[in-house]
């Protein structure tokens, strides 16, 4: 029976059109990757408008190229011109950029587009390996294991996103919960937030918002600011060879590894992946090796690529089995899934037999279209980036809109957008964090619901009942404890110890 | 195989630092600022969920999430206030106010403004002046809406500003070609309507 979806979706997978399509986003990706200030998540969330049009499978194919295309294009920007082009790239920068300019940019980008190969290898498989796992823990959650995990991805995205002060990652998710409530409620159909506004009685959709926080911020952050680069003229060989990536299969394990288990957890993203990982591979570096740290080491490429590209895998890990984006690019894909009609979570396979494997396939194919155009791309890039930025951020402008317009063809998402982004580039400017928003619009209607279904059912139980008969929730609440003290606590003990 | 395990000296490199990573510094006044906003927000939520009606039970309540959501976000407000004055962001907390002149005077603030200003009124008036044009070309249906017409003026606006090509023919060409390709994508390609009656 397995096996005969997985061949029925193979079928459906390998068409040329199939491939075409798949072709076409990973080119997408890999270039909007590349160019500078432009993010993934941002690539994610204005392509979603173009997937509008395309079917499931078509659509899926597409978003998936997108996605893997683009969290490798941030180094060829890192690399070449010093510039990541989506934040995970910063480490890539850090030790590329050094090599370029010694002459090995070539090589330097060449060790990231097998890193990434590898680490898409390594995310591909350990999502295969854990969703089944997953989807059977997943049907023991209840609505009060529901609510509490919604709650925890929200408080763990915002602990992860803001760096030294969590309190700013939660409020801005906490403003995204109040945003999810716009809208008539969904148990009793009481207008909530509304002001009266008919509009606003079908609630807010939060790919406007995604569009909104992740372009138009980009646009009006990035377009008044004066900073123009120069461009490298050689970029020398580009394929490494093999004797390099052997020397560096243990850091590219490790690595892999950290990525898929950061990109699982909603709301770490593909940054924090590699972050990560070059932190660990410094500390476990050999002394020799550790000493061209920041000076050019093909090993800390390595550690950064491999671990934001196992972070694909990974963050489908919980977008799949769950409903909860493992980040906001993650997000992009569940909006793209929700716009087909498709439901994911612990159903996925009841509702949509098969998809799992055509997500599976899609990824592998893109894995393989990714390294291939990334080798034919390196040089065309060095050429698209003779495109200033002042050139090249008006042009989404009308990307934006038709993006916000197109999901449903509704001009009022075009305002929801715009505010969105006005929204997005106060809290920037106050530096709160947007992923945690994001991810609380997406999940509050979830949140609320779940709670309010599970308070009745609850009612007239004893707190010892609820405590010992969902256990599982009886975990999530101390995880979920857990992470608003370790946000306040842990990062004060921290601070602490830096400054001694 | 010999590893060290030390911890690395600090200054070495950089550690993870959040999403804004890159972002520009904030201080103390900017986050007392952002805590009155915020509280100020959170006790307007906590208002009307609480004026919310209760058709059901109490425990299920529409406002109930809400409300708590209100009160925890004014808990984290509180929070955020009293770290602020603690750094001393109080002090000439309102300085700022005399000042607008003077925030206007940076020329980023400025182009941030006018660019603002340029996407709103696109954004209105794709809107607010709905048409389309149809010519008939053989079997094919050729279009051209409010969305193609505004999308490529405002783009050449913008463009000649940002971009500082001294020819507006330049950033008119650029305009139209992206945006004619772009609507074709969508139009002809995933036959989906564009803004603008299009």
Redesign the interface.
């Known amino acids: 029976m397995i096996w005969e979806q997985i061949l029925e979706q193979a079928f459906q997978a390998f068409t040329p059109y199939m491939l075409l399509i798949c072709l076409l986003g990973t080119t997408l990706g890999i270039l909007w990757g590349a160019m500078p200030g432009l993010s993934t998540t941002m690539a994610m969330a204005l392509l979603i408008?173009?997937s509008?049009?395309?079917g499931q499978n078509v659509a899926i194919m597409f978003m998936l190229g997108v996605y893997t295309g683009s969290v490798f294009g941030g180094a060829i920007s890192a690399v070449l011109i010093n510039i990541p082009g989506t934040?995970d790239a910063?480490p890539t920068m850090?030790e590329g950029h050094p090599l370029a300019k010694r002459g090995e940019g070539g090589l330097a980008l060449g060790t990231a587009i097998a890193s990434s190969f590898l680490g898409n290898w390594v995310g591909i498989i350990l999502l295969i390996a854990f969703i089944p796992a997953l989807l059977a823990l997943a049907l023991k959650f209840r609505s009060w294991e529901m609510f509490l995990l919604a709650i925890w991805g929200i408080a763990i995205c915002g602990t992860?996103?803001?760096?030294?002060r969590p309190?700013?990652?939660?409020?801005s998710g906490?403003?995204g919960?109040?945003v999810a409530?716009v809208g008539l409620?969904r148990?009793?159909a009481?207008p909530?937030?509304t002001f009266g506004v008919w509009i606003l009685e079908d609630g807010i959709s939060y790919i406007p918002i995604l569009i909104g926080l992740f372009g138009?911020t980009e646009?009006?952050r990035v377009?008044?600011?004066?900073s123009p680069y120069a461009i490298p003229a050689e970029v020398g060989r580009v394929v490494p060879p093999m004797s390099t990536l052997w020397k560096y299969a243990r850091t590219s394990i490790r690595s892999g590894l950290i990525g898929t288990v950061i990109g699982a957890i909603p709301g770490a993203?593909a940054?924090?992946a590699s972050?990560?990982s070059y932190?660990v591979a410094?500390?476990?570096?050999?002394?020799e090796e550790?000493r061209k740290?920041?000076k050019g080491s093909y090993e800390a490429i390595v550690s950064a690529e491999v671990a934001n590209n196992a972070n694909i895998g990974g963050s489908m890990l919980p977008t799949l089995t769950l409903g909860i984006p493992g980040n906001a690019a993650a997000a992009a894909i569940l909006a793209a899934l929700e716009m087909k009609n498709v439901v994911v979570g612990p159903t996925i396979q009841t509702h949509n037999p098969g998809l799992i494997y055509f997500i599976y396939i899609a990824l592998i194919i893109a894995n393989f279209l990714m390294y291939g155009m990334a080798i034919a791309l390196v040089r065309p890039c060095v050429k698209l980036f003779s495109l200033?930025r002042?050139?090249l951020?008006?042009?989404i402008?009308?990307?934006c809109?038709?993006g916000a317009?197109?999901v449903s063809?509704n001009?009022f998402d075009?305002?929801v957008m715009?505010a969105a982004?006005?929204v997005g580039?106060v809290m920037?400017?106050?530096?709160?964090?947007?992923?945690p928003m994001v991810l609380a619009v997406i999940l509050g209607p979830l949140?609320?619901e779940n709670?309010?279904?599970a308070?009745?059912v609850?009612?007239g139980k004893s707190v010892g009942y609820v405590l010992t008969e969902h256990w599982i929730g009886t975990i999530l609440i101390v995880v979920v404890l857990y992470t608003f003290y370790d946000g306040i606590f842990g990062r004060t003990r921290g601070k602490a110890k830096?400054t001694k | 195989m010999s590893r060290d395990h030390d911890e690395p000296d600090p200054s070495e490199g950089p550690g993870f630092h959040g999403e804004e990573e890159v972002a520009e510094p904030v201080s103390a006044r900017q986050n007392l600022i952002a805590a009155i906003v915020i509280g100020a927000i959170a006790i307007l939520a906590m208002v009307l969920a609480v004026r919310l009606e209760v058709p059901g039970r109490l425990v299920a309540a529409p406002g109930l999430l809400p409300f708590l959501v209100g009160f925890s976000l004014l808990l984290m407000a509180v929070a955020l206030g009293a770290l602020a004055v603690r750094d001393g962001g109080a002090k000439n907390l309102f300085g700022g106010l005399s000042g607008a002149g003077e925030w206007l005077r940076d020329e980023e603030r400025r182009r941030t403004l006018l660019l603002f200003a340029i996407i709103v009124a696109y954004v209105v008036v794709v809107d607010q002046v709905p048409f389309e044009w149809r010519w008939r070309v053989g079997t094919f249906d050729l279009r051209f809406s409010g969305y193609e017409l505004f999308s490529i003026a405002s783009l050449t606006v913008i463009l000649r500003i940002f971009w500082r090509r001294p020819l507006v023919p330049h950033c008119f060409g650029v305009a139209f070609v992206v945006v004619m390709a772009l609507a074709a994508v969508f139009r002809y390609g995933f036959r989906t309507l564009l803004p603008g009656l299009g």
């Open positions: 408008g173009l509008a049009g395309m934040p910063v850090m992860m996103s803001s760096g030294e309190l700013k990652g939660w409020i906490w403003i919960l109040l409530f409620d148990i009793d009481v909530r937030f138009l646009i009006l377009l008044p600011q004066k993203g940054n924090v972050f990560l932190d410094r500390r476990r570096a050999r002394p550790r740290w920041g200033p002042t050139l951020m008006p042009l402008i009308p990307i809109v038709i317009f197109a063809l001009y075009v305002y715009l982004g006005v580039y920037r400017k106050y530096g709160f964090p947007l992923a949140a609320d709670l309010r279904r308070l009745i609850f009612e830096k």
